[in-house]
């Protein structure tokens, strides 16, 4: 059989192509008001190498260096902060000037160093809350051999790394490297947890696969949930011209040790009631008493819900 030789474009096709692409470029910017003066947006890749530096000072002689030693744990942690730190300054100066640029304003409405050195004294607390979330994680898991062994392994644990990181970053007031460190996570593990979510302490993510947590979610502390589980919106509420209303809250509450396994669908503002388990494929529009048991079997005789508790406004 003769090979043959993959056919390339004419060189006068080239240039055509080129110009067109150009003006498309130049009509994009013009209506979004982009500038000329070169890369304007936070960068994925810089952005993963920083959440894989945090990861690393966060559990350093577990998501750390291989080579590590513990005499040499401090200089790690702080070295690698410091370049993590960098890149959050460089990354958040690039979305403050964007987001200045999309309101007109000459001026960002904040400063990246002040945001990147508050992001830094966050991070304590954000280990305590990731020690929590792998401790449940090794707790609920009969299959979990040691919690070096989650840490290193459970893709839920690997999600909430990021969406622990992520939400202090949303709450700073940068949702775009928010964002951008969320669907990363989203990415690599399936689990897509938007950084404006609350979650408590303790959380177990088990399995995780296919696993959706919306914007304005509330998860109290010690929440099991499994894979496939959707806590989302009924209905995006609008303005007089049709238009989405942005940050209004329209996700579950979830109050403290409730389960919810997998396939269950939990939509609206409605609420969770402590210690509530929710079956599996469970559709949920309504309120959940506390220490409720919710079947399919449960959604057609309405048993264990809460009629005095509306969705919220």
């Known amino acids: 059989m003769t090979e043959t030789t993959p056919s390339t474009p004419a060189s006068d096709e080239l240039p055509a192509v080129v110009e067109a692409l150009r003006g498309a470029r130049r009509r994009w910017r013009e ?24 990861s690393g000072a966060l559990f350093p002689m577990r998501l750390g260096p291989p080579t590590l030693r513990p005499e040499t744990e401090d200089f790690y942690v702080g070295h690698t902060l410091g370049s993590a730190m960098g890149t959050l300054r460089q990354q958040a100066a690039l979305e403050l000037r964007h987001d200045a640029r999309q309101r007109g304003d000459a001026t960002p409405a904040a400063d990246a160093a002040e945001l990147a050195s508050r992001f830094l004294r966050t991070l304590p ?78 959380c177990f993510i088990d399995h995780g696969t296919g696993v959706v947590i919306g914007e304005t979610a509330v998860l109290g502390e010690r929440v099991r949930i499994y894979q496939n589980v959707t806590l989302g919106a009924k209905s995006f509420p609008t303005d007089g ?72 406004e």
């Not at 209506?31 to 945090?54: Q, Y």
Request: glycine share 12%.
């Open 31 to 54: 209506a979004h008001r982009r500038g000329e003066d070169g890369r304007e947006l936070p960068s994925r890749e810089l952005l993963a190498s920083m959440v894989a530096c945090l």
């Open 125 to 202: 607390a954000v280990r305590e809350l990731l020690d929590s979330d792998v401790l449940a994680a090794f707790q609920g898991d009969p299959a979990a051999r040691s919690v070096d062994e989650v840490l290193l392994c459970y893709p839920g644990v690997r999600a909430l790394i990021s969406h622990r990181l992520a939400h202090e970053l949303y709450g700073l007031g940068l949702p775009l490297i928010a964002r951008v460190v969320a669907e990363l996570a989203h990415a690599e593990t399936g689990i897509d947890i938007h950084p404006g979510a609350t979650i408590g302490a303790g």
């Open 241 to 312: 011209e049709g238009n989405v209303l942005k940050g209004q809250p329209r996700h579950p509450i979830v109050e403290d040790e409730a389960v919810i396994y997998a396939g269950a669908t939990v939509l609206g503002r409605i609420t969770i009631g402590r210690g509530a388990v929710i079956g599996g494929n469970v559709w949920l529009t309504r309120s959940v008493a506390p220490g409720s048991v919710i079947t399919q079997a449960d959604m057609q005789s309405h048993s264990g819900f809460a009629p005095d508790r509306p969705e919220a």
